[in-house]
């Protein structure tokens, strides 16, 4: 699968972009010119030699806040997604295969997810547990895993229903070795193209969480927090959300756009593309001219 993404431009772009991400949270704090927490003097400078992309209202240096904050918002952003993967993802396999009452317990379970406000009720928890982004992202992830468990019911459902499954039951195999022989490598694509999909959505959150000041204790750079902070400075610096608001519009759309070409290169349209390609190369072979023979 990861030949038949880089084989699509969609798919090397959406790679680059998450790759220079991911080094960005990797070795953003290393990169900042100085201190993101070091106040000073120049308070809300212009960009110069000094300071790239200026500094703010306490005089701290925007671009090193910016490098040290992608961490952050990085690592939120997976944590939603690993999480909403582990939760919605086995149990949506499993309801499948392990009876009626756990198939309706864990469809009840889903409804009622779907049907809390994530933000509210993570506000609710960081009020009950204290304000931190590691419990607010875990119970987000929780709140998004009806996606992966629809997705992994749907395609677990198809799978089930195949020949293969069907003698393997008869056969007398256990429910996990039909999962990893049979069920896994159908499903793992769909369950792809959800978790990209759902980092992107994990991005919106933290930066929905940190803008409203939620998760992070101020002074902490994140991306959000620097998108507020920039909002109230507007007439002394109307640039400076660009930054911010770019990165995250950047990495969202580079998660979407890698969801895509994961779906365009599994299932049926990956075989139809692959046989597209085959088509147009055997037709490019035969259209050549034959080399002129030598004397």
């Known amino acids: 699968m990861v030949r038949r993404v880089l084989s699509l431009t969609s798919g090397r772009i959406a790679v680059a972009v998450l790759v220079a991400i991911a080094l960005l949270a990797l070795l953003g704090p290393l990169l ?87 933000l509210l009720f993570a506000v609710a928890v960081i009020a009950l547990l204290g304000n931190g982004l590691g419990q607010a992202m875990l119970v987000t992830g929780v709140l998004v895993s009806p996606l992966f468990y629809r997705v992994a019911r749907a395609a677990t459902l198809a799978v089930a229903r195949s020949p293969y499954v069907e003698a393997a039951i008869v056969s007398g195999a256990s429910v996990g070795r039909i999962v990893r022989r049979h069920v896994w490598t159908k ?47 507007l007439s002394h610096r109307p640039w400076a959300p660009l930054a911010p608001a770019l990165l995250i ?32 190369a055997n037709r490019r072979g035969e259209a050549a001219p034959a080399p002129a023979g030598g004397v």
């Not at 369950?191 to 409203?212: D, H, K, M």
């Open 32 to 118: 900042a010119p100085q201190d993101p927490l070091a106040t000073s003097d120049h308070t809300l400078a212009a960009s110069s030699g000094a300071h790239w992309l200026g500094t703010d209202h306490l005089g701290r240096d925007v671009l090193s806040r910016l490098l040290d904050g992608s961490r952050v918002s990085v690592l939120g952003s997976l944590e939603v997604a690993l999480t909403a993967l582990a939760v919605g993802a086995v149990p949506g396999i499993l309801s499948v295969y392990l009876g009626r009452v756990f198939e309706w317990v864990t469809l009840r379970l889903t409804d009622t997810l779907v049907a809390l406000p994530f």
């Open 187 to 233: 499903v793992l694509p769909p369950i792809a193209v959800a978790l990209a999909q759902t980092i992107g959505v994990g991005f919106v959150i933290v930066s929905s969480l940190t803008f409203l000041g939620i998760g992070v204790q101020p002074p902490a750079p994140t991306w959000g927090g620097l998108l507020a902070s920039d909002l109230g400075y």
């Open 249 to 280: 519009m950047v990495t969202v759309w580079a998660c979407n756009l890698l969801a895509d070409a994961i779906r365009d290169v599994s299932g049926e349209a990956g075989r139809a593309l692959a046989n597209d390609r085959k088509a147009r």
